[in-house]
T-cell receptor, first 114, second 115 residues
């Protein structure tokens, strides 16, 4: 079972470069989200999607774009990377809108912006 | 204001002993769910246990149990019979209301289990 797959696992960018973090899930989940994890701050929501074609901002959306053209994929785009975006990024998905719906997480992408 | 508060940055416990990791939350929504996740040094997020706001009983999953005190807005994780493999970061998280996948996380507690 693949679950939630994130690529790449590690990435180093120069300030101002752009890149896309990929996230794919094979569980037919409607809900997908991107979080970033910084030391001492837990995970914070960047963007989320409740279905194909629908996205919305989370707590820390600035500097990131998302789109959801298919149920399976939810890429996160950094248009012009900044050192403040150095973080570990997690993609998550879940299948329903009930309170007890467990979120499944990818393995994370460790991004360093120099 | 923080919605999820984990006041213990680090905890130590001896193998085979029980340990309680604290979590308090803040919400005005009567419908919410509380989750605990484990993050070992390898980095993945592992779901441990869930407690719903309408649940009458405390949740249990194997060695994990949740001490849910609704009036105090606390949802402490109890790990019984600690094992060396329990050494990890533990995060408390909350989902507010229906029709959302959004989770609000606490800052985590690093648990170290020693022999």
């Amino acid at each position: 079972n693949a679950g939630v797959t994130q690529t790449p696992k590690f990435q180093v960018l120069k300030t101002g470069q752009s890149m896309t973090l990929q996230c794919a899930q094979d569980m037919n989940h409607e809900y997908m989200s991107w979080y970033r994890q910084d030391p001492g701050m837990g995970l914070r929501l960047i963007h989320y999607s409740v279905g194909a074609g629908i996205t919305d901002q989370g707590e820390v959306p600035n500097g990131y774009n998302v789109s959801r053209s298919t149920t399976e994929d939810f890429p996160l785009r950094l248009l012009s990377a900044a050192p403040s975006q150095t973080s570990v990024y997690f993609c998550a998905s879940s299948y329903g809108n009930s309170l007890n719906t467990e979120a499944f997480f990818g393995q994370g992408t460790r991004l360093t912006v120099v | 204001a923080q919605k999820i508060t984990q006041t213990q940055p680090g905890m130590f416990v001896q193998e085979k002993e029980a340990v309680t990791l604290d979590c308090t939350y803040d919400t005005s929504d009567p419908s919410y769910g509380l989750f605990w996740y484990k993050q070992p040094s390898s980095g993945e997020m592992i779901f441990l246990i869930y407690q719903g706001s309408y649940d009458q009983q405390n949740a249990t999953e194997g060695r994990y149990s949740l001490n849910f005190q609704k009036a105090r807005k606390s949802a402490n994780l109890v790990i019984s019979a600690s094992q060396l493999g329990d050494s990890a970061m533990y995060f408390c998280a909350m989902r507010e209301g229906l029709n959302t996948d959004k989770l609000i996380f606490g800052t985590g507690t690093r648990l170290q289990v020693f022999p």
